[in-house]
């Protein structure tokens, strides 16, 4: 069992049964799973995405400015933070928001002795803003704040079971990888489960990536618990 995890959600998956925006429901669902693993004994951060709202990759252009939309994209993730924090405590989840870009009136700007601090206390701490900065994606910022929280593993949440050898979708005989190292992470490109950003550092550090399904009931408290579940990047 993994003493602290860092668990990525993208905006897509909050956005649960929608085209967009935010689904409650499943969140709340999401709540009684990250529920099992504190009671479990697991400390539990979540960098959350903001691409149910705006992305920043894709707002570039005609006139709007890759920082600033890079900033736009970093505002959605804290609109997500808030309202998972929201739906865990009113589903009996205790959780913090915190961001990393300034934003006294909303949320609380993140630390690193205040996020220690509420999981000490039990709290699943929820961070918003990305890195703080443009041009990083939530991907590679949750491999840096995995290593700033000295977690033990970062669980990438997908809709799929793991990492096939080329898209699933596209071809048939695509084949499932257990174990990858990530040498072969970073070099292949076929495999696009996180950016090569974020694998690169995770290599740097060899902080192990879980690639699995998190809408299967008890998938993250088995990845938690260190099961073999999905694809595991080491």
Same mark, same amino acid.
């Given at each position: ?41 697991? #400390?539990?951060?979540?960098?959350? /995405? ?5 992305? /920043? ?58 996020? &220690?601090?509420?999981?000490?206390? /039990? ?67 076929? &495999? ?23 809408? #299967? ?18």
């Amino acid at each position: 069992m993994y003493k602290r995890v860092l668990l990525k959600l993208s905006g897509e998956q909050l956005s649960g049964k929608y085209d967009g925006g935010f689904d409650a429901e499943f969140v709340a669902w999401l709540a009684a799973e990250v529920k099992k693993v504190v009671d479990g004994g697991t #400390q539990v951060v979540v960098m959350v /995405g903001g691409g149910n709202y705006a992305r /920043g990759a894709q707002l570039a252009g005609h006139g709007i400015g890759r920082v600033t939309a890079d900033n736009i994209g970093m505002l959605a993730t804290m609109m997500n933070a808030l309202a998972v924090e929201d739906v865990f405590k009113d589903n009996n989840m205790p959780a913090r928001a915190l961001t990393n870009i300034k934003a006294d009136q909303v949320a609380d700007q993140f630390t690193h002795r205040r996020a &220690i601090s509420d999981l000490g206390k /039990g709290r699943v701490v929820i961070a918003a803003g990305g890195i703080g900065r443009p041009y990083l994606t939530t991907d590679t910022a949750a491999v840096s704040l995995a290593l700033e929280l000295e977690c033990e593993a970062v669980l990438k949440a997908t809709k799929v079971d793991g990492v096939y050898d080329k898209d699933p979708a596209q071809f048939p005989d695509a084949v499932k990888l257990d174990h990858i190292d990530f040498n072969q992470a970073v070099s292949d490109d076929a &495999i696009k489960v996180m950016d090569k950003a974020a694998m690169g550092l995770a290599l740097e550090h060899r902080m192990p990536i879980i690639v699995f399904d998190a809408m #299967q009931e008890n998938n993250i408290a088995r990845a938690a618990s260190g099961e073999n579940v999905g694809t595991t990047i080491n």
